[in-house]
Structures are given as structure tokens and as C-alpha cells.
């Protein structure tokens, strides 16, 4: 069935960059998410990317899909305090008609001053 | 507007209450959802609602009773809970004509006294 795979921690300091990495099985994936999630918050999503681009970027915000590895990355520039939260990794199986998003476990990302 | 609004944001009822949790989105989006949060881990999908009608029920126990009352509307109906229900429970919404992104509410803390 389909997986989506996360590395659950990283630390990094401020004004470094971070890459998230997330891994993914299911080749005809269509749309690959990323959400945002503050304690105590809902879930903010961040960005997405459709499955025949290579990579986008928006402000701070780099993903880089690799379709072949089955790999997708989310890079952070100027990481800053306000980004610790949990990542979590998504994707929409290409097969079927519901459109259930798979989540990965979600990648807790901490900040040091 | 990517806004989907919940309420109550916090919850707290016995093992006999009945309550009923709310989402509202105006963005003429005709797909709504609801998943279940556990701290740190993924959403869990519950039920989707696609064009008011029920299309998708995870096999949620009957206690858990979603209505779908117009495009705009969601509401989950709550009734004898368990104390291993409590948790997040967060709304969502996609425009299933372009595309599926799920636009996520702030979510309902539930705890079941």
C-alpha cells in the first residue's frame, strides 16, 4: 500500500537553513503537501507541489521533488524561532477516486537561538 | 480567504453529554471533512462529505455522527464517548473540481471526562 515516510526530529539554529525530507511510495502520486503544525494549532499548509514539476519556491519556502527516488524535500532559508513545529509530509494517491491524503509521522523541527 | 472556522475550540463533556462540534468555510468548497488527532501523531480521517452527501466513513463508531446540513456547514454529533476520544478533532475543506488541497480549521480540543 501506499507509505509516506518522514525523519522524525531536527535541530537547528537560527538563521541556519533546515531540510525536511520525506519519502513516498506510490509513483502515480498526483499532488505531494506540505502542512505546518504549531502546538495547539491546527494545520497550516505551507505549500504543494504537483507531481510533473520539478520544484518550487515560495518566499523561504524551496520543496524539490525527485519522482524518480520518490523523494521530496521542503528547505527553509533563515530558519528563525517562529518555524519550531511539526512538519508533516502528504501526499494524494494517484489511484482511485477519494483522494484520502497518506500522512507521514510528521517532522518536529527545533529552533535554537 | 483559505479561512475554515471551528467551534468550540476546547470541549469538555462527560461519557453521557451529548454535544456537536462546528465547522463553517466559505470558500465554495465542495468537500469537507473531518479527522481525529492524537498528540504528535497524523491526522486520522473520519468521514468526508463530497457535494453534502456522505462519501467516505472510516468505520467510526456510531458514537461519532457527522451531518452535513449544506455546502458550507459540517457538523460532527457526539454522543456516550469514552475517555480515549479525546483528542483534536479538525475540519477541512478542498475544492474538489481544481484540485483537492485540504484547507485545515484550527481544530476542537475534546476531553472526555
Known amino acids: 500500500g501506499e507509505d509516506v515516510e518522514q525523519s522524525l526530529f531536527l535541530s537547528v539554529r537560527e538563521g541556519d537553513s533546515s531540510v525536511i525530507n520525506c519519502t513516498y511510495t506510490?509513483?502515480?502520486?498526483?499532488?505531494l503537501y506540505w502542512y505546518k503544525q504549531e502546538p495547539g494549532a491546527g494545520l497550516q499548509l505551507l505549500t504543494y507541489?504537483?507531481?510533473n514539476m520539478d520544484m518550487k519556491q515560495d518566499q523561504r519556502l524551496t520543496v524539490l521533488l525527485n519522482k524518480k527516488d520518490k523523494h521530496l524535500s521542503l528547505r527553509i532559508a533563515d530558519t528563525q524561532t517562529g518555524d519550531s513545529a511539526i512538519y508533516f509530509c502528504?501526499?494524494?494517491?494517484?489511484?482511485?477516486?477519494?483522494?484520502?491524503?497518506?500522512w507521514g509521522l510528521g517532522t518536529s523541527l527545533a529552533v535554537n537561538p | 480567504d483559505t479561512e475554515v472556522t471551528q467551534t468550540p475550540k476546547h470541549l469538555v463533556m462527560g461519557m453521557t453529554n451529548k454535544k456537536s462540534l462546528k465547522c463553517e468555510q466559505h470558500m465554495g468548497h465542495r468537500a469537507m471533512y473531518w479527522y481525529k488527532q492524537k498528540a504528535k501523531k497524523p491526522p486520522e480521517l473520519m468521514f468526508v462529505?463530497?457535494?453534502?452527501?456522505?462519501?467516505i466513513n472510516e468505520s467510526v463508531p456510531s458514537r461519532f455522527s457527522p451531518e452535513c446540513p449544506n455546502s458550507s456547514l459540517l457538523n460532527l454529533h457526539l454522543h456516550a464517548l469514552q475517555p480515549e476520544d479525546s483528542a483534536l478533532y479538525l475540519c477541512?475543506?478542498?475544492?474538489?473540481?481544481?484540485?483537492?488541497?485540504?484547507?485545515f480549521g484550527p481544530g476542537t480540543r475534546l476531553t472526555v471526562l
Open positions: 477541512a475543506s478542498s475544492d474538489r473540481v481544481r484540485g483537492d488541497t485540504q484547507y
Open positions: 462529505y463530497s457535494y453534502e452527501k456522505l462519501s
Open positions: 506510490d509513483s502515480s502520486s498526483t499532488y
Open positions: 507541489i504537483f507531481s
Open positions: 502528504a501526499e494524494t494517491p494517484g489511484a482511485g477516486n477519494n483522494r484520502k491524503l497518506i
